[in-house]
């Protein structure tokens, strides 16, 4: 599938108001691609139903699915960081440089969230039934590496890049849901990134894309 043939197809965004499917959407947005909502209702353990089982046998949101219009059949990605990717991939400008030294600090960025702070919040998140004490300690890791990411910064104001990227996107939803745990005094330079990431048209829809059905 030649994925610049994919922009005029349909494409559906299968998820929840949960930060690996707002930094989904939020990549999306920001590329212009537009999409549909497909919701699913966590609560009502939607995706564990057949129909979402048959798109991602993990039973997890997000879901980008890609509809083909021949018979090369649906692309269908099942990772909130690949869906960024398929985003990035189509809208360089605007979510990560194609070559040298931004494509990396942008990436290196991008992966320290990843790895260093949301795999520890989800990991936290899991602990905490049953395990208080070994949640809190993670908590607060991600929470240091969270303050100390200022470091990442560009002169620019953005994470890592001379630019808006994924980073940025990987970096605001993180420090958006675990706001109130954060020493805000201690780090006004992110104070100020996040800020301008709060009144970022792209994010502001894509922290919103799940809160209404708007199913075709
Ligand atoms: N590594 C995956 C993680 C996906 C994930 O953990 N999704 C959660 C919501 S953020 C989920 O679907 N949880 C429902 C469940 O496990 O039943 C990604 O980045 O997309």
């Given at each position: 599938m030649n994925l610049s043939d994919t922009e005029s197809l349909g494409l559906e965004l299968h998820g929840a108001r949960t930060g690996n499917c707002f930094r989904a959407a939020i990549g999306l947005e920001e590329a212009g691609l537009p999409y549909t909502v497909r919701r699913v209702e966590l609560s009502k353990n939607e995706q564990r139903s057949p129909a979402h089982l048959a798109l991602n046998p993990a039973g997890k949101v997000p879901v980008l699915v890609v509809r083909s219009a021949g018979n090369v059949g649906d692309l269908v990605?099942?990772?909130?960081?690949?869906?960024?990717?398929?985003?990035?991939?189509?809208?360089?400008?605007?979510?990560?440089?194609?070559?040298?030294?931004?494509?990396?600090?942008?990436?290196?960025?991008?992966?320290?969230?990843?790895?260093?702070?949301?795999?520890?919040?989800?990991?936290?998140?899991?602990?905490?039934?049953?395990?208080?004490?070994?949640?809190?300690?993670?908590?607060?890791?991600?929470?240091?590496?969270?303050?100390a990411s200022e470091r990442f910064l560009s002169v620019e104001g953005f994470m890592g890049s001379a630019s808006f990227s994924i980073a940025d996107i990987a970096a605001c939803t993180i420090v958006s849901a675990v706001r109130a745990s954060l020493s805000w005094n201690r780090i006004p330079k992110l104070a100020a990134w996040f800020a301008l990431m709060e009144k970022r048209p792209s994010v502001q829809r894509g922290l919103h894309a799940f809160d209404l059905v708007r199913e075709s």
């Open positions: 990605l099942t990772q909130s960081s690949a869906i960024l990717f398929y985003a990035a991939d189509l809208a360089p400008a605007r979510l990560l440089p194609r070559h040298g030294a931004e494509r990396l600090r942008a990436l290196e960025a991008f992966f320290y969230f990843t790895s260093d702070v949301i795999a520890l919040n989800g990991a936290a998140f899991t602990l905490q039934q049953g395990f208080p004490d070994a949640a809190g300690t993670l908590t607060a890791r991600y929470c240091a590496a969270i303050e």
